[in-house]
Structure formats: structure tokens, C-alpha cells
């Protein structure tokens, strides 16, 4: 790893830990000020150093989206995925979602200033996407451990699912070098079963990504 890849996942790991902590993470609500500065968490959740292992050209294209598709971030922050994916879908719609309203805020203006129409920031709730239409794909990046009663978050979800939609999940690896503490984290398997439970079953899974694991699924047919 390099100097400056090293350094942005020191400063990574770090922001990962401040938000597990209690009542400092992305969905713990408008009420929690640990995001009211989104231009200095931009410096890191947007360092081009963090390509080297997110990869996000390489995970967009895994994800196979025609250029109409509507696609929810949710657990946006600063845009580092939503506005590739809003390029990825020039005549599509990527409704980037945040529970912290300077996060949403901060996407707004991201989208106005690289020229991103067809990029809607959408504040969410703790329990609830907010997604008003339903959409192709719900992509989770980094978010999944932060969300609590997460089968009732995800029934919920479902149901904001086109027919033939999906829903990506990455998120960081037990044995990963960066990320949130250990205990924090949430294995593959674990994922992969409460999901079922919310009504998912697994489509795909990929193996290409460094740090983290990244899962595809679709709402299970009766």
C-alpha cells in the first residue's frame, strides 16, 4: 500500500470508528451533530486514494445498470458513489439518501456543481429509506452495520423495489485492515441470513474487492 493510501486508510478507519460510536453514526437521525461539517468529512469519504480499494468503477460495472435506471444511495454522505452512479445512468435518476441534513445539504450542492441533474439528495429516517418511488437498485456502501432492527428496515425496503429490482451490500470484512472496530462489524453470512429473513435471497456475490465483501440480492420469489 502506499504512503498516501495508507495515510487516507488511517483517516478512514478513524472516521469508521467515530461513527460506531453511540449517537455518531449515518443513521442515528437529524438530531445527531457529528456530520454538520460535510466539506471535512468530504476530504476523506472523497480522497481519490480511497479508489484503490473501493474500486467504485469496478463495482458500478459489476452492478450491470442500464443507462435508465433509477438507483438509490442510501448512506450517501458526500456523494463518493452517487455521483459516479449518476453518470453510470445518464438518462436515469439516483436518489442519494442521508439521514444527516448537512450530508443532504452538501449533496445538493455537489449536484449543481458537477453538472449531475438527474442527482436528488433525499433526507431518510433511522427505520425508513423515504424513498418516494420505487427504484432499480438500493445500494448500502459502508452502511449496513450502522442500521438497527435491520429486517423491519429491509421489509421496508422491499417493497420500494421495481419488479426485477435489487439491492447491493458492501460493507467491511471481519478480517479487514480498515473500517470500523472489529466488534462493529457484521460477517457476510450474518447478512446474508437476516436479509433472508427480511424476504431476499442472494443473486451474486463478488470477490474482486479488497477490504470489503459485496453481495447482491433481489426479493425472494414466493
Known amino acids: 500500500m502506499s504512503g498516501r493510501a495508507s495515510a487516507l486508510a488511517l483517516a478512514f478507519a478513524a472516521a469508521s470508528v467515530a461513527l460506531a460510536q453511540p449517537h455518531g453514526h449515518v443513521h442515528r437521525g437529524a438530531a445527531d451533530h457529528r456530520f454538520d461539517d460535510a466539506e471535512r468529512w468530504a476530504r476523506v469519504f472523497d480522497d481519490p486514494a480511497r479508489d484503490a480499494w473501493q474500486q467504485p468503477e469496478a463495482v458500478i ?12 444511495d442510501i448512506g450517501a454522505g458526500t456523494g463518493y458513489f452517487a455521483s459516479r452512479l449518476a453518470r453510470a445512468v445518464p438518462a436515469g435518476r439516483v436518489v442519494a439518501v442521508d439521514t444527516s441534513p448537512d ?27 423515504g424513498l418516494d418511488a420505487p427504484v432499480d437498485l438500493a445500494l448500502l456502501v459502508d452502511v449496513y452495520h450502522h442500521i438497527a432492527a435491520r429486517e423491519r ?11 426485477g429490482g435489487r439491492l447491493a451490500v458492501i460493507d467491511f470484512r471481519i478480517d479487514a485492515k480498515l473500517g470500523p472496530p472489529p466488534g462493529a462489524r457484521i460477517a457476510p453470512e450474518r447478512v446474508k441470513a437476516e436479509l433472508a429473513r427480511a424476504g431476499f435471497e442472494l443473486e451474486a456475490e463478488h470477490g474482486f474487492l479488497p477490504e470489503q465483501y459485496f453481495l447482491v440480492f433481489r426479493p425472494a420469489r414466493r
Open 153 to 163: 428496515y429491509f421489509e421496508r425496503l422491499r417493497s420500494r423495489l421495481k419488479p
Open 61 to 72: 460495472r459489476a452492478l450491470g445498470l442500464a443507462p435508465d435506471a433509477v438507483v438509490a
Open 103 to 129: 450530508m443532504v445539504r452538501y449533496l445538493t450542492s455537489r449536484a449543481q456543481r458537477e453538472g449531475l441533474p438527474n442527482l436528488v439528495a433525499r433526507l431518510g429516517a433511522p427505520d425508513d429509506p
